[in-house]
């Protein structure tokens, strides 16, 4: 996992969906209306994304790569915290300028911000069309179908809905998210998720499978097994250990990754069912937030961090080489310069490969906005986290230097974008711990290759082909 360069929280993610080639001649290229879609946020919001794309082919949409192209766009959101939600409003007036060029120009909003602000977005943004939670895609065809002077609003959560039958339409490449697990039942009191993702469901492990086929079959060689809390899995039969080894065993697949697992629930035999499974890569996000305890207490993670400390070296005695990234948050309501100096503490006892960190950010609707004052000024945020990021690279400069001089296995994802030192093209991929890895040589995207490291920085391992 490549750790975040800045404070910025947000991935955005064109949604570079391969351009239906399905459509037979010119005319009904006329009549088929172009869908652009744009996803922020998390993963799962990558793999929603790949959803609505399937559902909407399925509907006789197209789905298009340029924003110019299409008649309707739709961006996929992210509720986590306060400034996703504003870069999306920023979007979306951005995007309504090219109504002034087509005016039958259709602008939705997907996901977890329209969840969170069905209620006030057709005032804040009067020009969107429609606006639909995570659970509503479905009826997406129908929607659009509708004509309205107002914004259509589709916001109802499902106690069921696991797209059943939706075959994702996956990017082509080295990766395929498979959703395993929707919703949270957790209900950290910082965190939206719950309220704009509703009830944790499992999806039944024999579509799951019948999903992993099918992406080993168009020969993809990495699988990454998607939820909100990953190994909570159990579809009544399959627990989370037993489904690991089940989507390794399949042919074709080489890889087996998954985020995000919550610390509560990780069971000794998934532990067992990680080391004992060669394709179980050796790399584990497994989110922390604080290293103080009356901190986790106020957050109600459910965990100490004397347990997660244990979790933390059962891990690294049962897999050798594992690569751990987390999540840290500062400035959580009542934190003190003293909480702060233990997640400190914590970072450089653990050492993590990276770390992705944030600001805590007050949303409407948690258990700590309706109980708790959000009291830690702007300005110590920013400072503490200013001094965690700090730390924290320096933490992760330390631990790439020690792969100076080994050889990594690398699947390959392409021409990188950071050319070498003269200008010529480098090919970047990934290593078993999920580094990302850049080499000079050409290789083909999706075929795995050994590359010696020769030099690193707090992100990137640089490195030669080894022939
Ligand atoms: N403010 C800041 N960060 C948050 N996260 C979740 N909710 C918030 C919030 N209200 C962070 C947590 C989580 C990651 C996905 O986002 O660290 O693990």
Same mark, same amino acid.
């Given at each position: 996992m490549t750790a975040p360069?800045?404070?910025?929280?947000l991935i955005s993610i064109e949604? /570079?969906? +391969?351009? *239906?080639?399905?459509?037979?001649?010119a005319s009904a290229t006329a009549t088929i209306r172009p869908v652009y879609i744009e996803t922020y946020g998390c993963q799962m919001n990558v793999a929603d994304t790949e959803l609505v794309a399937s559902i909407l082919r399925e509907a006789g949409y197209r789905i298009v790569n340029e924003v110019e192209a299409a008649d309707i766009i739709l961006i996929n959101t %992210? /509720?986590?915290?306060e400034n996703a939600e504003e870069r999306v409003f920023g979007r979306v007036s951005q995007l309504y300028g090219l109504r002034a060029r087509n005016p039958g120009l259709t602008i939705g909003i997907l996901g977890c911000m329209a969840q969170h602000l069905a209620a006030e977005l057709p005032q804040r943004a009067?020009?969107?069309d429609l606006v639909m939670g995570?659970?509503?895609?479905?009826?997406l065809p129908a929607i659009l179908a509708q004509t309205s002077d107002e914004t259509l609003l589709d916001v109802r959560l499902s106690r069921?809905?696991?797209?059943? #039958?939706v075959e994702p339409s996956r990017k082509t490449g080295t990766n395929a998210w498979v959703t395993i697990i929707r919703g949270c *039942?957790?209900? %950290? +009191?910082? =965190?939206i998720v719950p309220f704009v993702r509703g009830r944790e469901r499992s999806l039944d492990s024999g579509e799951i499978l019948h999903q992993v086929h099918n992406i080993a079959a168009e020969g993809f060689r990495e699988v990454t097994l998607l939820g909100?809390?990953?190994?909570?899995?159990?579809?009544g039969h399959t627990d989370f250990a037993d489904l690991l080894r089940t989507v390794a065993a399949?042919? #074709?697949?080489e890889r087996v990754r998954f985020t995000s697992p919550y610390p509560r629930d990780f069971t000794a035999r998934t532990i067992e069912a990680m080391a004992q +499974? /060669?394709?179980? =890569?050796?790399?584990l996000h497994l989110?922390?937030?604080? #290293?103080s305890d009356q901190q986790l207490d106020a957050m109600q993670r459910g965990y100490s961090i004397a347990e997660y400390r244990d979790l933390v070296s059962k891990l690294r005695q049962a897999i050798p080489n594992l690569a751990m990234t987390t999540d840290i948050m500062v400035?959580? =309501? #009542?934190?003190t310069e003293e909480n702060f100096r233990e997640t400190c503490e914590l970072m450089e006892g653990l050492r993590f490969d990276s770390a992705f960190m944030f600001k805590y950010s007050e949303r409407s609707g948690t258990q700590a906005h309706r109980a708790?004052? *959000? *009291?830690?000024?702007e300005s110590v945020k920013g400072e503490r986290l200013t001094r965690i990021i700090k730390l924290q690279e320096s933490i992760s400069s330390e631990i790439n230097q020690k792969w100076i001089g080994k050889t990594v296995e690398v699947l390959v994802e392409g021409v990188s974008k950071r050319p070498a030192a003269d200008g010529s093209a480098t090919s970047f991929g990934r290593s078993l711990q999920a580094k990302t890895v850049i080499f000079p040589e050409m290789a083909a995207p999706n075929s795995i290759v050994q590359v010696r490291v020769h030099s690193s920085t707090s992100h990137t391992l640089m490195g030669t082909l080894v022939v």
């Open positions: 360069p800045s404070t910025s929280p949604a /570079a969906l +391969t351009t *239906d080639r399905t459509i037979a001649d %992210c /509720a986590v915290r009067p020009f969107v995570p659970d509503s895609y479905r009826r069921a809905e696991n797209y059943v #039958g *039942d957790k209900f %950290c +009191t910082f =965190c909100q809390t990953v190994n909570s899995y159990n579809d399949v042919d #074709g697949i +499974t /060669a394709e179980v =890569c050796p790399a989110p922390v937030q604080s #290293g400035g959580f =309501c #009542g934190e708790i004052a *959000d *009291d830690i000024p």
